[in-house]
């Protein structure tokens, strides 16, 4: 069950999208954005914040406290566990990952630094192996062996590929043997709790496990993530690169602290400088080398901003999206993002999952609905 804090704050989310207090919305593009997420069937949350001021926060085929699985949507929150050190001087982002975790260094591996790894140029996407990748992605300890027994498939820093599971493990492992406590200890202390997030869980426990949202695939591309994904085991196990179950709401909230440079309602978790480190450009936009796509990457989140390919994963926060805004796809049904000019943040968040490139779609089209939504200003 949802604490009782929780619930109330919930409530109080929900009644103010319907006071003169909430934002201001162009209806006629509400009614469409409302319409198509509705219409794709599935369950789905989905929570817009201006300025604070919360849009819409709704919940179509199930209840606002049911917790969706926010797949590489979790990546950022292993990035900004990393930074929060950093800010506090006990990790320095351009030190090798080995000064930290020596045997990291093997097979070429001990000039692979802190920061490449935020950037996805460590050289390892996957450990030893997608398949095995995948397999193992529930045993932290069978999967940091396989980090440190890994072989390069580039040089540090030199290639931007998409670290599909190894981003999370690495970044988490270093926030253990830096700080002595669990990965997932680290982030519900200094981030969940002082924020008041009772409803993000790193690893689903046992007495919300009823409230978990099951995947359903739209596409046999999607049948192997669904059968994965809805297993208990995985579910409840610690997989920092994509295993935070969550709600849109409390995503939205999260998001809001890093729009206001690390403070929501009065507790500071962050600092702006901090959060500015996090959001910084590391590449240009140039074609990911893991997902065959163009990707534009900061030190922990993808980042958003019109580009000329079609296929250009920014486009998942919108089209006229600025390129400042920042966040999070989650395989192909959900995203996370803040676009600190309009002062907008967007967490919608699906069960449903379509092909990858028609997922991609949809979540680019629910994102312009959301920037149509909110345009006059």
């Known amino acids: 069950m949802v604490k009782a804090d929780g619930a109330r704050a919930m409530s109080t989310m929900n009644e103010r999208e319907h006071t003169e207090e909430a934002a201001e919305a162009e209806p006629a593009a509400l009614r469409r954005l409302t319409d198509v997420v509705r219409s794709r069937g599935g369950a789905a949350q989905l929570c817009v914040l201006r300025d604070g001021a919360v849009v819409i926060d ?16 979790t990546k950022p929150f292993a990035a900004l566990a990393v930074h ?3 800010e506090r001087g006990l990790i320095e982002l351009d030190q090798p990952v080995a000064a930290y975790w020596p045997r990291f260094a093997q097979h070429g591996k001990g000039t692979v630094t802190v920061r490449h790894v935020l950037q996805h140029r460590a050289g390892v996407p996957v450990g030893r192996g997608m398949v095995r ?11 940091v062996r396989d980090l440190e027994q890994s072989r390069p498939k580039w040089p540090g820093g030199k290639v931007a590929a998409y670290h599909f599971m190894s981003y999370g493990f ?7 043997r830096v700080t002595g406590q669990s990965f997932r200890d680290f982030v519900t202390n200094e981030f969940f709790v002082p924020l008041g997030l009772d409803d993000l869980h790193m690893g689903l426990p046992d007495d919300a496990w009823h409230r978990h949202v099951p995947a359903k695939a739209d596409h046999p591309s999607e049948w192997p993530n669904q059968w994965m994904s809805n297993r208990r085991g995985y579910r409840q196990s ?21 729009l206001c440079d690390g403070t929501l309602d009065g507790v500071r978790v962050l600092r702006p400088e901090t959060v500015a480190e996090a959001r910084k450009p590391s590449n240009d936009g140039g074609t990911d080398a893991s997902l065959k796509r163009p990707v534009r990457w900061s030190h922990g989140f993808m ?22 805004t920042f966040g999070h796809a989650g395989t192909t049904s959900s995203v996370v993002w803040a676009d600190p000019g309009r002062k907008l ?7 449903v999952q379509p092909e990858f490139g028609a997922g991609i779609e949809r979540l680019r089209e629910v994102s312009d609905l959301v920037l149509e939504t909110c345009a006059a200003a």
């Not at 709704?58 to 949507?73: E, K, Q, V």
């Not at 690495?170 to 253990?176: M, R, T």
């Not at 943040?345 to 069960?351: D, G, K, P």
């Open 170 to 176: 690495i970044l988490g492992e270093l926030v253990q």
């Open 133 to 143: 990748t995948m397999r193992t992605a529930r045993d932290w300890e069978r999967s």
């Open 58 to 73: 709704r919940a179509f085929g199930c209840a606002p406290d049911s917790l969706f699985l926010a797949y590489a949507a």
């Open 303 to 324: 980042l958003g901003g019109p580009g000329q390919d079609p296929r250009d994963l920014a486009l998942v926060m919108g089209r006229a999206a600025g390129t400042d």
């Open 345 to 351: 943040v967007c967490a919608y968040l699906s069960n």
């Open 238 to 258: 610690v997989i920092p690169s994509a295993g935070l179950s969550g709600t849109a709401t409390q995503l939205a909230r999260f998001y809001q602290m890093l």
């Open 84 to 86: 929060a050190l950093a």
